[in-house]
């Protein structure tokens, strides 16, 4: 009996099409899109994008003045804070508690609304869920579908669907598991995600100011959803260097409220 023949490790060399980070000596990062024959330029002179392609992350590729760039693929929140966008995103520090707070799961059918250029609804599918996009605007629905298909391709493609549509005339899936909302009113939406979410379904959504969370709060006490939470997360990173430890002088404060609530039989 012959061993089965094991595939070999994937090949992860940078190839023509594939998004990169350059990073120089001060370690500003730089999102590059990778094209045969394309040239990245800086005031340090610039890097033929053919000395990146068939290097793997971590090589240092040189500027035609010297100056040193060390490759690796973006990370989602590397992608988020640098990709094109036409409308303000979602911070990183606030996508990870929602999809906390939403309790996504692989398979999870989410309804968003207010998608801008699409950040949350990649952090939502890198998580597994089948989403189901609402946006008004048709510029913000191509920019967030092009964001997409650039960071993760058809591996999340296949599972996003956006319409140009209003979230306040009404929501027309059924047995959601999740509504998630990034609108200046939601609590217009509260009536249809009650009747578009299953018993047991979440609803969660970010707003700019307290004003906006009390009046979704107040909404939901009319509502059949309990359980309703609201928090405001705040990044404060640390400078440590030797015996200089301390906080650093800035810090990712205020960004936007996330309040959440679970639907109950009525």
Same mark, same amino acid.
């Given at each position: 009996?012959?061993?089965?023949?094991?595939?070999?490790?994937?090949?992860?060399?940078?190839?023509?099409?594939?998004?990169?980070?350059?990073?120089?000596?001060?370690?500003?990062?730089?999102?590059?899109?990778?094209?045969?024959?394309?040239?990245?330029?800086?005031?340090?002179?610039?890097?033929?994008?053919?000395?990146?392609?068939?290097?793997?992350?971590?090589?240092?590729?040189?500027?035609?003045?010297?100056?040193? @760039?060390?490759?690796?693929?973006?990370?989602?929140?590397? @992608?988020?804070?640098?990709?094109?966008?036409?409308?303000?995103?979602?911070?990183?520090?606030?996508?990870?508690?929602?999809?906390?707070?939403?309790?996504?799961?692989?398979?999870?059918?989410?309804?968003?609304?207010?998608?801008?250029?699409?950040?949350?609804?990649?952090?939502?599918?890198?998580?597994?869920?089948?989403?189901?996009?609402?946006?008004?605007?048709?510029?913000?629905?191509?920019?967030?579908?092009?964001?997409?298909?650039?960071?993760?391709?058809?591996?999340?493609?296949?599972?996003?669907?956006?319409?140009?549509?209003?979230?306040?005339?009404?929501?027309?899936?059924?047995?959601?598991?999740?509504?998630?909302?990034?609108?200046?009113?939601?609590?217009?939406?509260?009536?249809?995600?009650?009747?578009?979410?299953?018993?047991?379904?979440?609803?969660?959504?970010?707003?700019?100011?307290?004003?906006?969370?009390?009046?979704?709060?107040?909404?939901?006490?009319?509502?059949? @959803?309990?359980?309703?939470?609201?928090?405001?997360?705040?990044?404060?990173?640390?400078?440590?260097?030797?015996?200089?430890?301390?906080?650093?002088?800035?810090?990712?404060?205020?960004?936007?409220?996330?309040?959440?609530?679970?639907?109950?039989?009525?």
């Amino acid at each position: 009996m012959t061993d089965a023949i094991r595939p070999g490790p994937p090949d992860r060399s940078f190839k023509a099409d594939d998004e990169i980070l350059l990073i120089d000596r001060k370690k500003r990062r730089y999102l590059v899109t990778l094209t045969e024959g394309g040239e990245f330029h800086t005031h340090s002179g610039f890097v033929p994008h053919d000395a990146v392609i068939g290097q793997v992350e971590g090589a240092v590729v040189r500027s035609t003045r010297g100056a040193t @760039f060390t490759t690796f693929r973006p990370t989602l929140s590397d @992608f988020v804070l640098k990709m094109p966008r036409g409308a303000q995103v979602i911070y990183p520090k606030d996508l990870g508690p929602i999809l906390m707070l939403a309790d996504i799961f692989p398979g999870a059918r989410v309804l968003e609304s207010g998608i801008g250029s699409g950040a949350l609804s990649m952090t939502l599918l890198r998580a597994g869920a089948e989403v189901t996009g609402y946006e008004l605007r048709g510029d913000f629905a191509a920019r967030a579908q092009k964001n997409v298909a650039t960071f993760g391709g058809t591996s999340l493609t296949d599972h996003y669907t956006v319409h140009e549509r209003d979230c306040y005339d009404g929501i027309d899936e059924q047995e959601l598991d999740r509504v998630v909302l990034d609108l200046p009113e939601p609590w217009l939406v509260v009536p249809h995600a009650e009747k578009a979410l299953h018993p047991g379904g979440i609803i969660v959504a970010y707003t700019p100011t307290i004003i906006q969370a009390v009046q979704f709060r107040e909404r939901l006490v009319a509502s059949d @959803f309990e359980l309703a939470e609201t928090i405001e997360v705040l990044h404060r990173g640390w400078n440590i260097d030797g015996t200089s430890v301390r906080p650093d002088h800035r810090m990712v404060a205020h960004t936007g409220f996330l309040s959440h609530a679970r639907l109950l039989p009525g």
